[in-house]
């Protein structure tokens, strides 16, 4: 069995046994890995802490039959007791890591990787609303996968915008003449704030009215749910 190195983000965790736990990981190099982390439940555990959900670590393990196994990890990104003290923060971030699990299924995903560290260390640090984060993850984490969507021209026949009716089947806002009897119309604003979201484009996200967020909000729960045929755990409402 031979020993290897890996930078990863704690996605998920399981009980394993009386001690043990099964660690979800987003790795840089390696994509999705699912491995043993022994004796992290005990008190007396040097790294359990290490391995909680949100938490960034550089890792060495060691190969198995069927699990590999941690067996040194340290800190790069203390994300977890900043987002799982505060509801709204754990809400967003279980999103972003359901999210980046689903996404980086079946080999390196480094885009993945990266957006989602950033994201957790905004969202750690509390200072921009934790909606606005989720749904800005959600959009760039959909366009990394090849899926980005248009809120400028008209998806359908590229007739230049502003738009304001969105189906998210196509992917994006429809002019007028492409629209079909029950598409959605928003707010103008809504559709400036979704294309800030897909921007990065915080200053304009933040002057957002609560309207324009919730309508925003659902387009981006609607179109993330769309192309990944499955409903997110975490978006629920209840």
Known sequence: MSLYREQGVVLRTQKLGEADRIVTLLTLSRGII????????????????????FM???LQLYEGRTLDTITQAST????????????DRYRAGSAMVETAERLSEGGPAPEQYRLLIGALRTLAQGNIAPEL????????????????????ECVRCGAPGPHTRVIVQLGGVVCQDCAVPGTPQLEPGSIVLLAALLAG?????????????G????IVAAYTQWHMEKGLRSLRTN
């Open 201 to 213: 484009d915080w200053d304009t996200a933040l002057a957002s009215s609560e309207l324009e967020r």
């Open 56 to 58: 960034v670590a550089d």
């Open 76 to 87: 790069l990104g203390a994300y977890g007791p900043h987002i799982s003290q505060d509801y």
């Open 34 to 53: 699912r491995v043993v982390a022994k004796g992290v439940r005990k008190t007396t555990s040097k790294f359990g802490a290490r391995l909680e959900p």
């Open 133 to 152: 984060l989720r749904d800005g993850y959600l959009l760039r984490a959909m366009a990394a996968a090849g899926w980005a969507p248009g809120f400028q």
């Open 215 to 218: 309508q925003a909000a659902g």
